[in-house]
């Protein structure tokens, strides 16, 4: 508790770690680059955030704690010509191709290059680096350009505080120091499991989401052509930001319009297989428990996860679910049921596009498991929430005004059991309501498990379903699903259902979502717009989806059946030799 | 580097090395040198090995650090490692054409440090803290003061003879 004055105004503070929080509390503002709210505050790389400090002289506000009776002015000509001197070094050597960047309009060293009136000629007075380093395309999910690297370190902070897997390291020294993966290394053949936050937290275009949109947009103009596709639970409440609606806003009427605007000839709702997968995953959970299986089951809807288990955890890939991800479950479904109920959908004609607020998904569609005979894929392309927004921009769609309306049939119907997979936790409570129905045969009055809800990275949660007790751990992060295995592989683990999304707060904070820099209160925001989807909405457990009853008594009979098997679940296996050369093994 | 990677690295050696240091994250400069000090370089599969097996590290990082310090080599080194001092004593006096010898002598090829048969492996140092003996040549560990381009050839012959 304190007092301070910043720019003559008297500021009070409490337990803020920095003055750079003081002031951004109390209406001023200072640029940054390498600050980020969700990861390592002090860590004083890009200097951008300097402020005059009355007996001080200049100093970095993150990194400097708050004071009693200091002084403090964020807008000096002092200050004013240092972050000027800061900006035009950044952009000596920077790759300066603004136009055909993936970050522009969202670059902050763009941003802050128009505010401080850079011009040309500041930029041209230093020697620009020679050499143009390559640029990483290898991975379905991500692409980094090392040119457009300004060394804030957010990437590297970003993968090890959040997944404890360090993918990105500083390398070199000095003027030659590089952000990059191991050795030689590319993304694709890193331990990268493509979640995309490092992507995410990047002030500049150095990492960006890998783009398909022109891929779809060839679709879409193909008369030939009849394009399906599908979105997730989490896209709904954040592609809004990207026209101005506030974060958590519901636009899945919208949405579904204005992909029908696109050209986009059938629009279903990955919720539809949402529901399928708790069908699948609960009667694959009531089987171990009662049959001994291998437990705690590990969900499977996390493309991230699962590659972090097949390259870390290779030995406990029998406790992960054999359910697809819903993405994946609808991409079988649609491939196998579409021509079926749409004639004029033929095989070789039908082209199946997911939308994502995820990167990893993109990687996810390209397993080989989800391999088809003529060698492409059952899902042809995955867009994520940015990517589709901005399709929709281009397309000079008013996607705030358009007339809603409902997705197609037969896989359009969802339940607010799926609406919430899109956050740490849902999935888990979407399992326990259609658990406890099977289990007891009574009806689920309170369906809302506030347990299961909130922001930690770890909760653990005790079910009573009439007298069988379970205990069921959800965590988000990879780091605390790291720490899951350990407990795991010492016998200290006491739940049968472990539900893990690698980004923090699960997918409504994908590495595909709308930039919000690890905005904790934009996550928030997203979460409850689900969590209102699942209030307001008529069905709240899974097993009641009508489309998900008629799927079974047509065609999949019952749930882990062998044609569910077929469709609905999938393999895993060690991928330790894509990425590894290690020695013991 | 990959295709320079042979399978000398043992699991066994590793496992040692880091058991000898508690699997500490804070020790790993002194991993490191452990390593290169049995191998004379960091193999990719040794950095790998570390960067899983120790607790806050990962290949990258631990990449990261190799690569930070002059101390640590990627690439395999000879037998015997010359080093050249081109500190400011060792300048002014003439290290530059020994250097030349050195590079003449051993046939170095362009933009390598090692010779293509493994024996030789040419660094340029800064201050040695030898500059009364100016200018220096060490070739393992073994201090040669006072060099001219004649003087070094001799002392490289010499060398080269011994190993045929």
Known sequence: MGKMIINGKECEFTNERNILEVIRKNGFNVPTFCYRPDLTKDFGACRMCVVEIDGRMIQASCTTPPAEGMVVKTNTEKVRSIRKTILKLLLANHDRECTTC????????QKYSEEYGITDADVKKFVQRKENLPVDNSAYTLVRDPNKCILCGACVRACEEHQGLSVLAFTNRGSKTVVQPMVDKDLAHSECIGCGQC?????????????????????LM???????VQFAPAVRVAIGEMFGIEPGENMTEKLNAALRALGFDLVFDTNFSADLTIMEEATEFLGRLNNGGKLPLFTSCCPGWVKFLELKHPDMLD????????????????????????????????????????????AEARRDEFKRADGSYEIDYVLTTQEIARMIKSAGIDIKNIKPEKADSPFGKYTGAATIFGVSGGVAEA????????????????V???????????????????GTHLK??????????????????????????????????????????????????????RARGLYKDDETGELRKSHKNPDVQELYNKHLEAPNSHKAHELLHTTYSNKRKDCYISVGE | MSETVNSKVDFQTMEEILKSFDYKKSYLIAMLQKVQAIYKYLPEEAMTYIGEHVDGLSPATVFGVATFYAQFSLEPKGKYEIKVCDGTACHVR??????????????????????????????????LGACGLAPVVVINEKVYPQMTPDAITIILDTLMKEEQ
């Open chain 1, 431 to 446: 399992a326990a309501r259609t658990a406890y129905e099977v289990v007891t045969g009574q009806e689920l009055k309170d």
């Open chain 1, 199 to 219: 992507a995410a937290v990047c002030p500049t275009g150095a990492l960006t989401v890998k783009s398909y949109t022109e891929q779809v947009w060839d679709e």
């Open chain 2, 94 to 127: 003439g290290s530059l054409p020994v250097l030349n010898a050195i590079k003449e002598k051993i046939k170095l090829e362009e933009g390598k440090f090692t010779t293509k048969d493994g024996l030789f492996t040419l660094e340029i140092v800064s201050c």
């Open chain 1, 319 to 362: 406790h992960l679910s054999t359910c697809r991800s819903p993405q994946a479950m609808m991409g079988s479904i649609i491939r196998e049921y579409i021509p079926q109920y749409y004639p004029e959908f033929k095989p070789e004609n039908l082209v199946s596009v997911s939308i994502m607020p995820c990167t990893g998904k993109k």
């Open chain 1, 102 to 109: 993936d970050k522009s309009g969202t670059c902050e060293l």
């Open chain 1, 472 to 525: 069921v751990k959800i965590v988000n992060t990879i780091k605390e699903a790291e720490k899951c295995m350990r407990e795991i592989k010492e016998g200290k683990a006491d739940y049968q259902l472990l539900e893990v999304m690698a980004c923090p707060g699960g997918c409504i904070n994908g590495g595909g979502q709308p930039m919000s820099c690890n905005d904790s209160e934009i996550k928030e925001k």
């Open chain 1, 448 to 466: 809302v498990i506030n347990d299961m809800r909130g922001t930690n990275r770890v909760k653990t949660v005790e079910l009573d379903l009439n």
């Open chain 1, 222 to 228: 193909n008369p030939e052509k009849k394009v399906v």
